[in-house]
Every structure is written in structure tokens, then in C-alpha cells.
């Protein structure tokens, strides 16, 4: 894992449905400088810059970071663009800690956002490459036989996923940045919205955000302010199609826990991690990576989430922050998470904070459930 | 950089045939074959780390790095990422992640089809979208700005363009273009054999660490050194002429602190080896782009792998003893990525 490397400032910009005040470069740097803000620091103090974000047609900018590098102090600098489509904002964050692990740099500014008022992501989503079959329409017709194929496997009852998606939604009422804070929320009012893509309604659904997410990122002797350790960074990635490949509870995602796991030391994440920030686009996604992620045994994960164990006041508190279900501009979500886990060790996540938050755990996947990227942050040095 | 530097050496490297038309290859296919045959070549079936650079745009879909990884073969699923840029700066990610110590070997490939596309109008929407790229500049528009700036002149881009496209012919992997001709301007000061040719194709290569290098490869190409930075945006907050972010970077890899034998440079218009030569303070007598270079095969986000590559390849093979690579982003030569390689490390 190489030299050590802490979290030790978060920025983010209200994630709402469009940002219309502000340009692509004026929303990422909203974000980068409220993260060197609480790091106290400023550009100057940064050695280099790690840029996220999901495809490049959600705003019409072809690589947009060579565009971007001026708003986020970049010039002179090393500049990274990192691509994994879901997972990207976590893989950002990788990125940026392994350049501080090699011990090529002291500090490090990762950024990762989206603006997905500029597009349609549903159709962004949908073309296809020449040579190749179109499979899919957006990421609810993909993902929902897959959810179909867990409610088989498992017997999970139809109303699990609408208690996800209370569930978060309660939580987004306490964090100020969240994208949907709805008053009153409540099985009701998600069970009488439309059926998108069976099992899916709409409120089971994410919301299409603006918003940038960004953290620094400093090697020990460079820590300001309040770390949040890394204990451990993990990536996995398989192809979308391959005999054999279990789309329900894919294999990278259990082999991307395993080794996050054994480099921070746990062996039962539920009763070890004291919070999870894990990417749910679509409610029944919490049962399933209850289970991809060890926190339940096969087919018990929906048990967990029916019992209130993943709510903010259960034993193992599950995207406290509201999650990707309150807010997603894509690119950037998988970032939130990996920052709002280190918020939480750091202590700093106000209303949504779990008290005595210790060890965290930041998760992002993408594709067709294909890329993986986690790790682990503390509130002490590994 | 600080602290200890890890010996990492390029051990493989592979790249297609390019073509400048589509053959109905998906990319995929054009990938395949390059990967099989760095395999083979380090004997290697898995790695400890999977980089890629690639681009959406080319094909107008999203998400091109997906397929590409059937060419891999990422089952049991592996440790991998993407860049949507050039393959160069994955192997730079690669390089960064060999630093940690625990892993001893990658994967690197970078490929793109510009066939598919018109590369010079794709390559406005990199532009900052609300001041510059409703200005409609293309990208031969605003590489033609440079060469103006840079003054360069008119035989000695002739030169440049003729002797790129007489190596590429003696190069089995890239096109083969006639001697440059024509009066004609395509943008003004650039002629059209000033601009790299539209190509498809692929290229890989493998990085092994330490005494795993000295296993897979009988003379490893080391890394000495390896950089990149990045200048402002804005055309106009920058001077045209030379390049400071590759002599910046030059100077983080190490360029001047031996003689160089050999230098392969992402140079996508001819006025750009001056630009470069200059800011890497290379001589004279240095050989630039023996391999034909971008001029003579340009396959868009493998090509400044291919830099590295080539210039990995003359020291595999015992050609030269220390070489210099380089790689491209962002209009006007924006970022730029150095690597020096050498016999030893």
C-alpha cells in the first residue's frame, strides 16, 4: 500500500438538479475550494491535481479537464483524468492516494463532478459503439433484472426497496448538500409514485444531479488540520459479459472487499465498520452489496436493511449522508462517498454523523456492475 | 518526486498495424492481438495492475475502456483503471502504482480509431465550452496558430514531414505516405502533410519492477525518470512558441543528465519537433522519431504510448542506450508527459 496517506480536506457544492449560476469550471472549483478551506490551504500547497468524471457526452466537453486545469490551480502541474464510468469518483480518489503512497507527492487535490443538466444521461447512456449491439436503455433497464434475479434468489419481500429509499431519504434531510430532501417522506409516498423499470419506482430511483465533490489528499508529514487515515484502497474490474459472471453479486466486488478488508485488518465488517457509504443508485442495491460486501450472508442482506440495521441509529449505519438515492451527479459519486466516509472518521459530518464513527468504509461501482472501487479510512494511522 | 525511486523498466511492447481507414474492426479487435502478444512475449498471464487511456469521443459512444476489457481477458476479475487520455498517462498511473512495492508487474494500453470520425471538429469540444469553442477553431486552426507563433519555416517542415514519412515506410507498423507535395495551405502557415494522418490502432506494453524486469526481459528498458505537467487553457495566456510544461517535465525526468541517443515525440504537426526539441534541449544530433513518429501513424490515444514504446523497443533491442520519450494532451501541446528510458537503471 505503500507510504502513508490521509484525507485531510473535504469540499462540496450543493448537489441540486441544475446549477444554472455557475459554468462546468466554476462548479469544480466551488468544491476544490471549500477542500483546501478545511484543509487550510491553498492551491499553492498543491503538487497535483486528479480529475473524475463519468462519460465525457453528459456535458459535450471531449476531455474536459485540459479546459478545467486553469479553474483548479493546475498550471505548471501534473493533471490526471480518470474515466471508470460509476466507479469513477472512487477511482479518483485512488488515483490521487497512490500518488501520495508511491511518494511521488506530498499533497493532492482530487476532484471529481458532473453537470448532468447539460444532457440527458438516460440517452447519454444509451449509444453504443460502432461494431457493437446496443444492449441496453439507461441504467434502469440494465440493473433491474438484476434486482429481479436477487428478489428470486432470496425471497426478499416486495417492500424492502421502498424502505431503502425512505431510509435515505430520511438521512438526506440532514445533510445540507443533499439533492433531494423531501418532507415527510415515507413508504406511502414512494409506493404511489410510477413503476419505472419493474421492480424500480421512481423514488427507488437516484436523482440526475449537478454537483462536484473534492478532497485533498497529503502524505504524513503534510497532514493539516484533521486526517482521516487510509487503511486500505482496493479496484477490481470484469468484463461485462463472461461465462459464468454472477451480475447479481459480482465477483469484483467480493474480491475488491477482500482485499480492502485484509489491508485495513477486518474480518467482519459489520461489527468492525462503524459506517458505509456504498454506491446505491437504485434501492434494492442496498440488500444486494449487504451481501457483495460481507455484511450479510447470501440471501440475508434484505434482513438487515428490513430490520433498521442500515438506518442512522442502526448497528451498522449505511450512507448516512443520504447516499447516491438523495444525491448523484455521476461522475462525482462515487468522490461523496469515499468523502463522506472520511467525514464521518473525521467527525465532522454534522447532523448525519455516527457517534464515535472510527472506521469507514467508501464504496463506488460502475458499468454493468463491473468496476469496483473501495477503501477504508480511520481515525487513527494504520 | 521524493524519497526512493523503485526501478521500473518497460519489458514488452506490442501496437497494430495501423491503418488510415476503418477495417471493421471493433476495438476490441484492434486490441487483442497487441495484448497477446506482450503476453507472450513476458510470458506473463496476469498482472498486478491493468491501465488504459483511451477516448469516448472518437467512437461518439460512452464507456469504449468496457469492451476493451474483453480483449484482456479480466476474469478472475483484476486490479485495473482507465484515463481518458492518452495510453502515455496510463502508463504513468501504472508507474505511480509499481511505486507501492507490493505488486511487480503491468499491463498498459492505449488505442483509438479516428477513421470513425472527423478527429479535427471532435478535437473543438476539448476547448473550453462557453469562450472558445462556439469560436468554431479546429484543431489544424489552432495548431496553425502555434506554427505561426513558432515561426517555423517552411523547408525545415518540409524536412521534418519528409524524413517522418521516409522512416514510416521503412516502418512495418506505419503508414505509408508518399514525399510531401503541394502548394496548397490547409490551414496557413500548415500545408496538409504538416498534420498527422487519421489512424486506427492500438498498442501495449508491459512494466515489470526490479529483478521481475531483469527476469522478463534480457535488457530492460529502465524508467529513469518520468514527469508530466500541465499549462493554462487559454491559448492566449500562454507564449505559443515554446513549450515550458515539456521543459519543466523534462527536467523532473532527467532529460539533461546524460546524452541522449534517441527521442520519440508526440508530435501531431511538424511544426511541434522544433517546439519540443528546443524545450528538451535535445542536440542536433539527436535522432527524432526514427520510428516515423505521430506524422507517419497517429492512432489518437495510443500514439504517445507508442512514443514510449518505440523508444522502450531501441532499448530492448540494444539500438541505444538512453532514450526520451514523450506525450501530449490538450490543444497546443497544453500537457506533456517525459519519460527517459536507458539500459541501466
Known sequence: MGNRCAVIGVGQTRYQTRRRDVSLAGLVREAALRALEDAGLTFADIDAVVIGKAPDLFEGVMMPEAYLADAL??????????HTAGSVGGSTALVGASLVQAGVHGRVLVVAFEKQSESNATWALTTHLPFNASLVVGAGG???????????????????????????RLNALKNPYAHLRIPGINREMVESTPMLWEPIRY?????????????????????TGTPAWIHGTAM????????????????????CAADVYRQAGVTDPRREIDVAEVYVPFSWYEPMWLENLGFAAEGEGWKLTEAGCTALDGDTP??????????????????????????????????????GARLALGHAYGGGAQFFAMWIVGSSKP | MSGLVREVAVVAFAQTVHTGHDTGLAEPELLLPVIDEVKRATGLKRFGFTCSGSCDYLAGAPFSFVSALDAVGAWPPISESHVEMDGAFALYEAWVRLQHGDIDTALVYGFGKSSMSDIREIMTLQLDPYYLA??????????????AAAGAERAVLDEIVRRSRADGRANPYALDLPDPSGEEFEVEPLRPYDVAPVTDGAAAVVLAAGDRARELAGRPAWITGIAHRAEPHYLGMRDLSRSVSTADAGRAAGVGKGPVDVAELHTQFSHEEPILREALGLSADVTVNPSGGPLAANPVMAAGLIR??????????GSAGRAVAHATSGPCLQQNLVAVLETSA
Not at chain 1, 423514488?203 to 503534510?222: F, H, I, Q, R
Not at chain 2, 479546429?138 to 502555434?146: E, H, K, R, T
Not at chain 2, 514510449?308 to 533491442?317: C, H, P, S
Open chain 1, 73 to 82: 490551480g493546475a498550471a505548471g502541474k501534473p493533471v490526471m483524468r480518470v
Open chain 1, 142 to 168: 440494465y440493473f433491474a433484472p438484476h434486482i429481479r434475479e436477487y428478489m428470486r434468489r432470496s425471497g426478499a419481500p416486495d417492500h424492502v426497496g421502498t424502505l431503502v429509499a425512505v431510509k435515505d
Open chain 1, 203 to 223: 423514488l427507488e430511483t437516484c436523482p440526475s444531479s449537478d454537483g462536484a465533490c473534492a478532497m485533498v489528499l497529503a502524505a504524513e508529514d503534510k497532514v
Open chain 1, 236 to 255: 477490481r474490474s470484469e468484463p461485462i459479459t463472461v461465462a459464468g459472471r454472477d451480475v447479481v453479486s459480482p465477483r469484483a466486488g467480493r474480491d
Open chain 1, 318 to 355: 449505511w450512507n448516512a449522508s443520504g447516499g447516491v438515492l438523495s444525491s448523484n451527479p455521476i461522475g462525482a459519486s462515487g468522490l461523496i462517498r469515499f468523502a463522506e466516509a472520511a467525514l464521518q472518521v473525521r467527525g465532522m459530518a454534522g447532523e448525519h454523523q455516527v457517534e
Open chain 2, 134 to 147: 462556439p469560436l468554431g477553431l479546429d484543431q489544424v486552426s489552432y495548431a496553425a496558430l502555434q506554427a
Open chain 2, 308 to 317: 514510449v514504446g518505440e523508444a522502450a523497443r531501441r532499448i530492448l533491442d
